[in-house]
């Protein structure tokens, strides 16, 4: 787990990208406790403030929730949000310029199967 400072996304958003990358890799499973907003804040040398606000965030997008006086939990589905959000987010931000480009290229469907397969022959 690691923050990048150089980054322009903000400090909040990595926290929860970070979390949401553990319950994607199995590391955190529906009902698991998550890291409280003093142990982020100390982790990763942070304002407890930021910390809450990427937690708060997860909360919202409904993969976490509180139990009052015991912390965070990971709620249970939480992984196929994830999967559901990050899907469109790569829908719209890759494939779908990807096919704008490919279409100012005169590049057909078929054209880019064969690359894609070229690729994972490749490999």
Known sequence: MKL???SSKPLFLQIAEIIEDMIIDGDL?????VFSTNQLSETFKINPATARKGLNLLVEKGILFKKRGLGMFVEKGAEKIIQSERKSHFFEN???VMLKEAEKLSISEEEIIKMIKKQEEGE
Request: hydrophobic content about 25%; glycine content about 10%; cysteine-free.
């Open 94 to 96: 890759f494939i779908l």
């Open 4 to 6: 990048n400072e150089n």
């Open 29 to 33: 499973k529906g009902e698991d406790q």
